[in-house]
């Protein structure tokens, strides 16, 4: 059974950074498409970052230019750097799994993801 653990998140002030990491167990990572979301209160979830199992990423447009992904295939980890933060930033960071390869466009849909870990919170103060 996949399992993907969060962690990373916290308070920080507009302009800082935080980087986020997911810790995946439970089969062959580097078979699987990872990706990261977040969910603010009452707001839908949003796809920011996702990267297939060959390394090609793709991001959201509010992120693009400050957020990026790293995905280590040596220790079944993925990270999102979050650089220049802004309160928009603000919210709980989900970190996902999906078997195989999605194409771009998937990488950021929520419904192309079979697993998903509990979260960690990111909160940027002005």
């Known amino acids: 059974q996949v399992q993907l653990v969060e962690s990373g998140g916290g308070s920080v002030q507009a302009g800082g950074s935080l980087t986020l990491s997911c810790a995946f167990s439970?089969?062959?990572?580097?078979?699987?498409?990872m990706g990261w979301f977040r969910q603010a209160p009452g707001k839908e979830r949003e796809g920011i970052a996702g990267?297939?199992?060959?390394?090609?990423?793709n991001y959201a447009n509010s992120v693009k230019g400050r957020f990026s992904l790293f995905r280590d295939n040596t220790k079944n980890t993925l990270y999102l750097r979050m650089n220049n933060l802004e309160p928009d930033d603000t919210a709980m960071y989900y970190c996902?799994?999906?078997?195989?390869?999605?194409?771009?466009?998937?990488?950021?849909?929520?419904?192309?993801?079979?697993?998903w870990g509990q979260g960690t919170q990111v909160t940027v103060s002005s």
């Open positions: 996902a799994a999906a078997t195989g390869r999605l194409v771009l466009r998937l990488l950021l849909q929520h419904d192309a993801y079979n697993y």
């Open positions: 990267v297939d199992n060959y390394g090609i990423a």
């Open positions: 439970g089969d062959t990572y580097r078979s699987y498409s």
